[in-house]
């Protein structure tokens, strides 16, 4: 059993013609790169809610009131989980197209990551400009009552 097991993970020995190893080395630091990003958009996401659970223990210090910070950091979780399994999909098509002598551009992954990243901008963007236009409005309220 243990044998089978080794042998599934370790993986068929391919010949190195040309250059597959270098190619598949290359393919494997790309895996780890997505991993990477994907595994930072997770802690984001986690450290997002932690600074929120923060504020519920201590509003005074951190004045989150109606924040979207559940939804930014849910958005940041699912992110990430999207590049880490965009990676290993991408990692493996790789795999069998080079063992079968032929590579595919990754379009797909290019363009979606640009497409999720420039996405998430206008909407962090959108939430930005309220926010700092409910505070100001919040503000000229407590002027005026003061005043």
């Known amino acids: 059993m243990l044998p089978r097991l080794t042998r599934f993970f370790r993986g ?3 010949p190195n013609t040309g250059s597959l190893a270098r190619d598949l080395l ?5 895996f780890l790169a997505w991993t990477r990003t994907g595994l930072g958009f997770i802690a984001l996401g ?3 809610e932690k600074v929120e659970a923060l504020a519920t223990l201590a509003p005074a210090l ?14 940041l979780v699912a992110s990430g989980s999207v590049c880490v399994v965009h990676g290993a999909s991408r990692y493996f098509g790789v795999l069998r197209d080079l ?6 551009p990754n379009r ?6 640009a497409g999720g ?8 963007t959108v939430a ?20």
């Open 12 to 14: 068929d020995p391919l």
């Open 26 to 30: 290359a393919s494997e630091r790309t």
């Open 46 to 48: 986690v450290a997002l």
């Open 62 to 75: 951190l004045q989150l009131e109606n924040s979207n910070t559940k939804l930014a950091a849910g958005t």
């Open 99 to 104: 063992k079968g002598g032929v590579f595919r």
């Open 108 to 113: 797909f992954g290019v363009l979606g990551l």
């Open 117 to 124: 990243c420039l996405g998430l901008a206008v909407v962090g």
């Open 128 to 147: 930005v400009v309220e926010g700092d236009g409910e505070r100001k409005g919040k503000r000229e309220q407590v002027m005026r009552v003061e005043g």
